[in-house]
Each structure stands twice: as structure tokens, then as C-alpha cells.
């Protein structure tokens, strides 16, 4: 059974900083295509931030890429989501999306998110 958990959301001032981490497990046999981060806004439609693929490339959002990194620990099962210099317009739930295929099967699996708060 795949399980995806983010941690490390919080409370923090503009222009702060926060590393957000999303651990999978129960994927030894699925190849993980894609780990993805998004971001819900209050009120607002879920969006997308980040993308790491399997070969290692990324991609990000216009209003992130400045900001925010991508990066992911092979060893640990464990994909991270640096933010850096804040606003409080980053507020919100941020997800974790892992993107797998087995055989022909592709499936994704979503974690239940962290909230992050930036607020003076």
C-alpha cells in the first residue's frame, strides 16, 4: 500500500524560510515517474509548484522558481520542497503528488498535505 506523508509546514514571517519533506512508501515495485509539489491557496483551486521527473529534471512554476527548489533523496524515499524569502501569498496546503507506473497501470497518489502560514 503506497502511503504519502508531507511534513514540515508551519508558521513563518515574510521573507522566511521553510523546507517542506514528502516520505512515500509501499512503492518497491512501481517505477515513481514523477514527484510533484502543489499548493491550495484558502479558498482557492490547488496549484501547481514543482516537479522533479525520474531523470532528475525539474520545472516550476513562474511566481516559484526564484524561491523554491525541488530535490529528492533516493536513499530515504523522501522528496523536499525548499521555500525561500516567503509571502504571505504562499500561504496555504501544499501536497505531494507521486506520479508511478507498473507494468501499463499509471497511477498517482497524493499525500493529505501541510499547511504553511506566512504571517508577520
Known amino acids: 500500500q503506497v502511503q504519502v506523508v508531507e511534513s514540515g509546514g508551519g508558521l513563518v514571517q515574510p521573507g522566511g524560510s521553510l523546507r517542506l519533506s514528502c516520505e512515500f512508501s509501499?512503492?518497491?515495485?512501481?517505477?515513481?515517474?514523477?514527484v510533484s509539489w502543489y499548493h491550495q491557496p484558502p479558498g482557492k483551486q490547488r496549484e501547481f509548484v514543482a516537479v522533479m521527473v525520474s531523470g532528475g529534471g525539474t520545472n516550476y512554476a513562474d511566481s516559484r522558481k526564484e524561491r523554491f527548489m525541488i530535490s529528492r533523496d533516493y536513499a530515504k524515499n523522501t522528496a523536499y520542497l525548499q521555500m525561500d524569502n516567503l509571502k504571505s501569498e504562499d500561504t496555504g496546503v501544499y501536497y505531494c503528488?507521486?506520479?508511478?507506473?507498473?507494468?501499463?497501470?499509471?497511477?498517482?497518489?497524493w499525500g493529505q498535505g501541510t499547511q504553511v502560514t506566512v504571517s508577520s
Open positions: 509501499g512503492t518497491d515495485d512501481l517505477r515513481i515517474q514523477a
Open positions: 503528488k507521486l506520479d508511478t507506473k507498473r507494468y501499463r497501470t499509471e497511477r498517482e497518489y
